[in-house]
Each structure stands twice: as structure tokens, then as C-alpha cells.
T-cell receptor, first 109, second 116 residues
Framework: RKEVEQDPGPFNVPEGATVAFNCTYSNSASQSFFWYRQDCRKEPKLLMSVYSSGNEDGRFTAQLNRASQYISLLIRDSKLSDSATYLCVVNQAGTALIFGKGTTLSVSS | GAVVSQHPSRVICKSGTSVKIECRSLDFQATTMFWYRQFPKQSLMLMATSNEGSKATYEQGVEKDKFLINHASLTLSTLTVTSAHPEDSSFYIC????????????FGPGTRLTVL
């Protein structure tokens, strides 16, 4: 079983749509959770950390369910510029980040 | 914000040559840096953890004699791909952990290696 699993997509949505990505992780000792965004042929960039209480940053909302070992990302009012691959990432303090394979989003006009 | 640089950004080499990639933390000290590799349409896979002043820790399946890592200072780690082969062609990305900060990891821009 992979440590971090994501639906690879692609998700093809029109501008303005709401889209949700899900992720599960296998290591119950994981302590930190993130969503990264990676554009084609670029390094990943931190989109947001994910907290147990859930957190929101503008159009982006992240949720964490430790009991189910499940993480989600909701994007509202999708923009063309949101087209990218979204990586679910977990780690334990001081260790390397463990990446999911990524979910590809394509937003069209 | 914190910045990590990588050099070169892109390299094309012949099979059998060695390639050195540098990873530098520009405005913070990093006792620990991580080297990842990403093949097309795949996730980033951790290759090794680089610790300043000590030997690197390699992930299972990564040959330590082929991927030489040196972390000689608090701001520089190097990865040398020795006797590169076409199957080593990949996107190599380093990340550096701010030793005195919030344990946040910052990524370099990556190095795209193509071995002919």
C-alpha cells in the first residue's frame, strides 16, 4: 500500500466550478499535512498546510480527518490559473516529506 | 521568504559521465537537506537525506555509490550522479529544512537531467 494515495484525475472543470480532491495516508504517526501545487516541469510550491480543525485560504479549503487518515482540498470558483497538479503531502517532524502522486486539474473557459 | 537554489537548472550529458548538482540555502542554515527524484507523471520520490557533517541516509533501492551526496556546510549539499545512464534522466529536486525556524522545508527549483 502506498503511503499517500490520491486520485490522479485528470479533473476537467469549467471556470467557476467547485472541485474537491481527496487523499488518504497510511502512516498513523504522520504529524503534518500539506497540499502542494506543482506546475508542469516546476518544483512543488506549498499551497497550504492542513489542520485538524480545517482551514480556509480564500477559495481553498482543506480538511483533515485523523481517524480516517483522510485529507481533502476544496477549490471554489475555479480559475484558469488553478490548472496544475495538486500534491497531497504528509510527514513526521524532522523527516522528509512524503508525496502523493498528485491530482491533475484542468480548468477551461 | 526562504530561498533554496539549485545549479544547474538543466543538464544534458553523455552516458557514462558524472554530473554534480548543487543545492544551496541562501538565507538560512540547513543541517538537513533532502534529495528527491521525479520521473514523468510520477510523484516525487525521496532518494536520500543529507545531514551536515555526516553521511547521508539513503532510501531503499537508491545506490549510495552511484548517487554521491556531500553536505559539507550548513548551506550546501551536492548530489553527484556517477556514470550516468539514460535511465537516470529525471527531475532532481532538493529541499532544505530551516534548522532554526519552524521546521518548514523549502524546495529548490529542480534540475532536469537528460542522459543521452
Amino acid at each position: 500500500r502506498k503511503e499517500v494515495e490520491q486520485d490522479p484525475g485528470p479533473f476537467n472543470v469549467p471556470e467557476g466550478a467547485t472541485v474537491a480532491f481527496n487523499c488518504t495516508y497510511s502512516n498513523s504517526a504522520s504529524q503534518s499535512f500539506f497540499w502542494y501545487r506543482q506546475d508542469c516541469r516546476k518544483e512543488p510550491k506549498l499551497l497550504m498546510s492542513v489542520y485538524s480543525s480545517g482551514n480556509e485560504d480564500g477559495r481553498f479549503t482543506a480538511q483533515l480527518n485523523r481517524a480516517s487518515q483522510y485529507i481533502s482540498l476544496l477549490i471554489r470558483d475555479s480559475k484558469l490559473s488553478d490548472s496544475a497538479t495538486y500534491l497531497c503531502v504528509v510527514n513526521q517532524a524532522g523527516t522528509a516529506l512524503i508525496f502523493g502522486k498528485g491530482t491533475t486539474l484542468s480548468v477551461s473557459s | 521568504g526562504a530561498v533554496v537554489s539549485q545549479h544547474p537548472s538543466r543538464v544534458i550529458c553523455k552516458s557514462g559521465t558524472s554530473v554534480k548538482i548543487e543545492c544551496r540555502s541562501l538565507d538560512f542554515q540547513a543541517t538537513t537537506m533532502f534529495w528527491y527524484r521525479q520521473f514523468p507523471k510520477q510523484s516525487l520520490m525521496l532518494m536520500a537525506t543529507s545531514n551536515e557533517g555526516s553521511k547521508a541516509t539513503y532510501e531503499q533501492g537508491v545506490e549510495k555509490d552511484k548517487f554521491l551526496i556531500n553536505h559539507a556546510s550548513l548551506t550546501l549539499s551536492t548530489l553527484t550522479v556517477t556514470s550516468a545512464h539514460p535511465e537516470d534522466s529525471s527531475f532532481y529536486i532538493c529541499s532544505a529544512r530551516d534548522s532554526q525556524g519552524s521546521d518548514t522545508q523549502y524546495f529548490g527549483p529542480g534540475t532536469r537531467l537528460t542522459v543521452l
